[in-house]
């Protein structure tokens, strides 16, 4: 079992910067892989990142590739989403999810989520 708790959210101008974190509890994080999933309003989820338990293996959707940047500290429980040059349209409710198995791009493969946090970019 794993909780997981976003923060770091909140309003920012096009091209600024956001990290989001993303606290979990449970004994199982560190074996666990972790996404980023956004959902923006009247639209599915989208995957955004995700990465294994070593950090060694980081896919991303290519419409955040070069911006954004995933990373774990398992020391912390903790997972990160670096987001650099924001854009209007990355304005979405974020999701951190946990997934027993395997690393998985498909955005309802995961087993855990967070409550989301609400990002939105000013143009």
């Known amino acids: 079992q794993v909780q997981l708790v976003e923060s770091g959210g909140g309003l920012v101008q096009a091209g600024g910067s956001l990290r989001l974190s993303c606290a979990a509890s449970?004994?199982?994080?560190?074996?666990?892989?972790m996404g980023w999933v956004r959902q923006a309003p009247g639209k599915e989820r989208e995957f955004v990142a995700a990465?294994?338990?070593?950090?060694?293996?980081?896919p991303y959707a290519d419409s955040v590739k070069g911006r954004f940047t995933i990373s774990r500290d398992n020391a912390k429980n903790t997972v990160y989403l670096q987001k650099n040059s924001l854009k209007p349209e990355d304005t979405a409710v974020y999701y951190c999810?946990?997934?027993?198995?395997?690393?998985?791009?498909?955005?309802?493969?995961?087993?855990?989520w967070g409550q989301g946090t609400q990002v939105t970019v000013s143009s």
């Open positions: 449970g004994r199982t994080f560190s074996s666990s892989a």
């Open positions: 990465i294994n338990w070593s950090g060694g293996s980081t």
């Open positions: 999810a946990a997934r027993a198995s395997s690393i998985s791009t498909r955005e309802y493969a995961y087993d855990y």
